[in-house]
């Protein structure tokens, strides 16, 4: 149940905030070319268990994407389900998922030169969400969905500062708002820094990364929590 925030400004840039849900217990690798040989040129925080990756970047492609988990609507026996840590490798490589696809659901943010996109796949169809100018927000739903209670309290806060592109500073200004979530507690539905155990996943957030996209390339922050679900001032 992740959740990433993007600003889109029109015209070759972006900019987001990414806040990562797993399980405590499954290690990851901090932001690094993990795949020289399979992936030359890419860079990404590493899932040490399936080898995948959540966030990858390819920056001399100006490429990065995103994964985040998504309900299915089709029942999937595990023993028939492909690992979705190759997504985000594969996209920052020019190769983007097509249907049918024997994974569980997901929502794939791909930013690249050509702009912002959602592919989203639900376990029997797969769809595009272009994402607009402006700011927005995604989890586990659909791009901006008014029901993602998170995203219902916290988008009109995130829009509400100027436009990424406008500020020098426009990470910090994010990380205040997320710092400002923070005050709830992680099992708040409304939590962007989650703990997800009450709403029936073993997830909680982990870290976070700031990043940009623009003519220049791709630079990502990265940040790991003191302790899962916990934010420290």
């Given at each position: 149940m ?19 849900d ?7 690798d901090?932001?690094g070319a ?6 030359p ?13 959540w ?11 995103v ?5 299915d609507v ?5 023993e ?14 020019g190769r ?45 739903d ?14 009109p ?12 500073d426009w ?5 205040a ?13 409304r ?11 073993p ?11 623009t ?9 790991a929590?003191?302790a899962p679900?916990?934010?420290a001032?």
């Open positions: 992740c959740t990433v925030v993007i600003d889109v400004d029109g015209s070759d840039a972006a900019r987001l905030l990414a806040v990562r797993e399980d405590p217990l499954r290690e990851w901090a932001l993990w795949w020289p040989e399979q992936y040129g890419v860079s990404g925080i590493r899932d040490r268990r399936a080898g995948g990756a966030l990858a970047v390819n920056p001399a492609e100006r490429r990065l994407a994964l985040l988990n998504r309900a089709v029942d999937l026996p595990e028939l389900a492909l690992s979705r840590g190759s997504l985000a490798l594969e996209s920052v490589s983007s998922p097509a249907a049918p696809l024997s994974m569980h659901g997901f929502n794939l943010l791909e930013v690249g030169a050509e702009g912002a996109r959602v592919l989203s796949w639900d376990g029997a169809l797969l769809r595009e969400t272009a994402v607009d100018a402006g700011t927005h927000m995604i989890a586990h659909d791009l901006d969905d008014p029901g993602t209670p998170r995203i219902a309290a916290w988008l806060e995130f829009r509400a500062l100027d436009p990424a592109a406008a500020s020098a990470p910090a200004e994010w990380i708002v997320l710092a400002a979530s923070a005050r709830l507690s992680p099992e708040d539905d939590a962007i820094i989650r703990d997800n155990r009450p709403h029936g996943y997830t909680q957030s982990l870290l976070y990364c700031t990043a940009a996209v003519a220049t390339g791709v630079d990502v922050d990265y940040h929590l003191p679900a916990h934010w001032d």
